[in-house]
């Protein structure tokens, strides 16, 4: 898949996910406010929100930064833009919605060198396809003293999403996102380093839910996964391969047994890798 494809997959899944993603519930409306918490924004800074979606951490910022701040929103969906754009106009706040693409920022009027204080990327940095090129960019775009956060899932949150990505990375399946990658603590931090940035605050957040997920039957785990509709349709659409799809299959089972207890049950807990990187 080239890049362009990648990018065009991913934003017609945002778009079809845009007009319930408010009301999907899930751990998102707590990152959101957790963001806010750890932002620490004061009146006056700049803040840019990177995949920005519907604006659940950009509208809360311009109001925080007040009408002497600036804050600028960039996402892929248009369609999450429009209810962003509508958020924030309901509460008379200004904020500049950018329609682009993350990870390549070069050029955008709204967006120059040196000059925010606070750069935020919440719940969606596993799908950019080159990480530490990203990161250096964003660097860039701090001032100095200036802060870069943005969040991994860590590998025992959504399992069964996690061993997709284990079994894409061995048959070569094209995956929209890349949590294997950086499955630790110590490869975010890498990133943070080669950026220039001080890595010291990095950290892992407490629980937002915890389950136990009932693994008796990894091949019925499997078709689910790959079988749903909606604006997750095409998120594995390549385990549909009937090419590759028994042999997917059997290896998503395997590493499914490899993780369950005696009982065929796997504890997966919702917690993230804070990534949290400040230019010195």
């Known amino acids: 898949m080239t890049s362009s494809t990648r990018l065009s997959t991913i934003e017609a899944i945002y778009n079809k996910r845009a007009p319930g993603y408010d009301s999907e519930g899930g751990f998102h ?3 959101a406010a957790d963001y806010l918490k750890w932002m620490d924004l004061k009146p006056g800074q700049h803040v840019l929100d990177l995949a920005c979606g519907t604006g659940a951490i950009t509208v809360p910022a311009a109001e925080l930064v007040g009408s002497s701040g600036k804050v600028v929103g960039v996402d892929i969906s248009g369609d999450s833009l429009v209810i962003a754009r509508s958020k924030a106009e309901k509460k008379g706040i200004s904020v500049a919605f950018v329609h682009h693409d993350i990870a390549h920022l070069d050029g955008l009027e709204e967006i120059k ?3 925010f204080d606070v750069i935020s990327c919440a719940a ?3 799908l950019l396809e080159d990480s530490a090129s990203a990161v250096k960019g964003w660097a860039k775009l701090l001032k100095v003293g200036g802060v870069m956060i943005f969040d ?4 025992n949150s959504m399992v069964a999403n996690w061993v997709l990505n284990v079994v894409g990375d061995k048959l070569n399946i094209e995956v929209n996102y890349g949590r294997t990658k950086l499955d630790s603590v110590k490869k975010v931090k890498a990133l943070l380093t080669e950026a220039g940035l ?3 605050d990095t950290f892992v957040s407490d629980s937002y839910s915890e389950k ?3 693994a008796k039957d990894p091949g019925g785990m499997f078709e689910d996964m790959v079988g749903r509709k909606g604006w997750s349709e095409s998120v594995h659409s390549g385990f549909l391969d009937p ?3 028994p042999l997917a299959k059997e290896m998503f ?3 499914i047994e490899k993780l369950a207890d005696k009982d065929g049950k796997i504890l997966e807990e919702m917690k993230v890798i804070m990534a949290v990187g400040k230019k010195v």
């Open 253 to 255: 089972c395997k590493e």
């Open 113 to 115: 060198e040196g000059s």
């Open 212 to 214: 136990e997920v009932d």
């Open 152 to 155: 991994v899932l860590t590998p």
């Open 198 to 200: 001080d890595d010291s």
């Open 243 to 245: 090419a590759r799809k």
């Open 29 to 31: 409306p707590a990152q």
């Open 124 to 126: 969606a940095f596993v």
